[in-house]
């Protein structure tokens, strides 16, 4: 998109023309990018829209991801936002009988617990594939972002106007590692925003890290300088988003429910650009595009526009030093265009220690996009930190890759 193009849409959007700013801004939803939406529109003219509607029924009616749940649960933000949480447990040995005791009437040590943190726009659902793998191993918290999944509205947001900043999230997964696993060992796992929320925990909550945290994995994120991330766009066009969509988001969250009539009838552009900006790879299940479509189409205008000014003050660098003395996981898409894998390896860079992964042909949602490899490797940093035994079994579940007919 030029950048006499960029300012027609702030300037379409000013003056109250909301269907046709819509349409533009619903297409660039979850990305800053909307450049890339023309020539997504001429591929998607080769075929009847009918067509693709009931391709999308077929996908959302066979695909199983997304369906797995576990132990519900509720925990309260520090302004009383209800976020939403799911526990996996282990099952004990013998069944369901209550735990072991050991000698003298005292328990058994509280088991690790691998809390996963999701990303922008997505949800917990979004760790389909490692939530699968990992079940009856080890215990898991999955948890939905507040005013993300099944977790409510941010209160101060919905309520006051507050921005959301990405400090706040930390304060959110406090609350959710208090309600959900309020003793024994974590391991802390993060994608995207959910890898700044747990930088933003351990900035605010060191002791945390120290004395229970006994393992990271950071995928696909960064600890700052979000703002020369370019996209993939031409600097000018980069330039010329950057300047005019936080004000375009902000004018459309205002009103949110004409916008997500604009959205619905730009779904098939906006569909392009999800998967643009989301895999890398030619040959990535089609279902697998469509869940991550359904995740992304779920958050609303209003909440996309009042989380995206938190990344451009994101800086988490310092943080990073509290996790030197722990076996941590760096792992990233080498064609990721949101969080550039480049940010991954200057996390690294502060971190000697740490295991870098770079996933070739590999974008922005390499859980799902090469769930395999993402498996394995938190596999096997759970392993080393104790957290599962050495002669597990991590299995797999179905495949993100698009299979023969």
Partial sequence: MSESSAEA????????????????????????????????????LTVGRGMRQKARLVLDSSGPYGALRGMPGKAYADDGTELYYEVDDVEPEGGSAPRRRRLFGRKAPAPVTVVFSHGYCLSQDSWHFQRAALRGVVRTVHWDQRSHGRSARGVAQAQDGVPVDIDQLGRDLKAVVDAAAPEGPIVLVGHSMGGMTVMALADQFPELIRERTVAVALVGTSSGRLGEVNFGLPVAGVNAVRRV??????????????????????????????????FASRDVDPAVVRFAERMIEATP??????????????DKTEALAHFT?????????VKDLVTPS????????????????????????????????VTDRLADLLTRAGAVPAGATVGGYGSSTAQPG
Avoid at 264 to 274: S, Y
Avoid at 325 to 333: F, Q, S, T
Avoid at 354 to 373: C, I, K, R, S, T
């Fill in 342 to 373: 480049e940010h991954s390896e200057a996390i690294a860079d502060l971190l000697p220690g740490a295991e870098l992964v770079l996933v070739p042909d590999a974008g922005h949602l390499v859980m799902l996009e090469h769930p395999e490899v």
């Fill in 245 to 278: 969509l936080p004000g375009v988001l902000k004018a459309l969250g205002q009103r949110a429910e004409l916008v997500e009539r604009g959205r619905r009838a730009t779904a098939d552009l906006f569909a392009g650009v999800i998967k643009r900006y989301s």
């Fill in 325 to 333: 003395e722990l076996p941590v996981l760096v792992l990233a898409g």
């Fill in 301 to 314: 205008i209003d909440v996309v526009a009042e989380y995206y000014p938190a990344f451009a003050d994101h």
């Fill in 9 to 44: 849409v702030a300037a379409v959007a000013s003056a109250g023309n909301w269907r046709r700013a819509t349409g533009l801004a619903g297409a660039a939803i979850g990305v800053v990018a909307a450049g890339a939406a023309a020539g997504v529109a001429i591929e998607r």
